[in-house]
């Protein structure tokens, strides 16, 4: 967290560069820049509230703001009419996550410590939920397969509202139950874990994380479509690839953290839990907010590449999961996935 501290001279550059009109390029990178200490502070807030809560209230709160910055930009970027950026987001996130961060979590436990093991069982519940999770989400896009996109949004925008909603009873579900079935990862992380901040300054400094997060996800939003005109960048690999690093670089870490300390079980949870709670979350509620927000609600249809990415990267994530134990090798397969899919949308789109 300490060297993520030299970033927050982003946030008052980009200030000034918002009230002295610089060009958009810039304004990206410093909103950029800006997002990760702030998404790191209101991470670490948010897990030393959790500390004086106890581990159900403080496994409600992670599940609650733990991907608060992707609704956050979700929420700017719905009220600015780009709904192929958002969509293009929250898959990045999930991908992300189960790629580039459970990949680079391989590979750096497994570097260290050669045979990286974890209880098999432990992530199961949470890994058959997420492909739960992707079917469901998959559905809306098979059933409107030759349905113009105008069309889904006006005469089939209820299916999205029903199946936003099944989504998001199941989530919460999903959250007691595991809150049941998985005490003994709270109870181990609370052990091992103490309060950063006092139970005051916590809250202060998720308020005012928040509050950041937000103006910066505003100036964010508004120079994509500038920006990525005149760089000629794709406004697709802006959404899948660079935004979702941004938003979850301090979680990454943390989860790397754990496995070069041999704890893949916490990892593990890090990665897949952040990917059902984009998919089963913060996608649902970006759909209902869209209603209220924006003159024309986004529907719940994601695109074909998106569908298959997510399903492909679940299927792996299940095959690890269940197998109790992995080495560096898999998480370099991971990445190079990630990598692969990375390169095909800067160079197609």
């Not at 949470?126 to 006006?154: N, R, S, Y």
Request: hydrophobic content about 55%; overall charge negative.
């Amino acid at each position: 967290m300490k060297y993520l501290r030299i970033l927050l001279i982003s946030v008052p550059l980009s200030f000034v560069g918002y009230f002295m009109n610089w060009n958009a390029t810039t304004m990206f990178i410093l909103a950029c820049i800006a997002i990760i200490p702030l998404a790191g502070y209101l991470g670490s807030a948010t897990e030393s509230i959790a500390v004086y809560t106890g581990p159900k209230a403080g496994g409600f709160l992670n599940a609650t703001f733990g991907n608060a910055t992707e609704l956050i930009i979700s929420f700017f970027a719905i009220r600015a009419g780009l709904f192929d950026v958002v969509k293009a987001t929250l898959a990045g996130s999930v991908l992300g996550n189960i790629l580039l961060v459970l990949g680079c979590s391989i590979l750096a436990g497994g570097l260290k410590h050669k045979v990286l093991k974890y209880d098999a069982k432990l992530g199961r519940s949470t890994a058959t939920m997420l492909l739960f999770a992707v079917v469901a989400l998959a559905m809306p896009a098979v059933f409107t397969a030759k349905i113009q996109e105008d069309v889904i949004v006006g005469k089939y925008m209820t299916f999205s509202i029903i199946t936003s909603i099944i989504m998001l009873i199941t989530y919460v579900v999903g959250v007691i139950y595991s809150f049941k079935s998985q005490n003994d990862l709270y109870d181990e992380k609370d052990e091992e874990e103490e309060a950063q901040w006092s139970l005051i300054a916590s809250t202060v400094i998720l308020a005012v994380a928040t509050i950041l997060i937000a103006v910066e996800s505003e100036f964010l939003v508004g120079s994509i479509e500038p920006m990525t005109e005149a760089a000629g960048i794709s406004q697709m690999f802006i959404g899948i690839i660079l935004i979702p690093i941004v938003g979850n670089a301090a979680e990454h870490s943390t989860a790397i953290i754990m496995a070069l300390k041999n704890k893949m079980d916490i990892a593990i949870e890090i990665a897949v839990g952040s990917s059902l709670q984009i998919v089963l979350f913060v996608i649902p509620i970006s759909v209902i907010m869209s209603l209220f927000i924006s003159e024309t609600p986004m529907s719940i249809v994601f695109k074909a590449g998106e569908i298959f990415l997510f399903g492909a990267s679940v299927f792996i994530v299940n095959h690890i999961v269940k197998a109790g134990r992995t080495d560096w090798m898999e998480g370099l397969k991971l990445i190079s996935v990630y990598i692969i899919a990375a390169v095909g949308f800067f160079m197609i789109g």
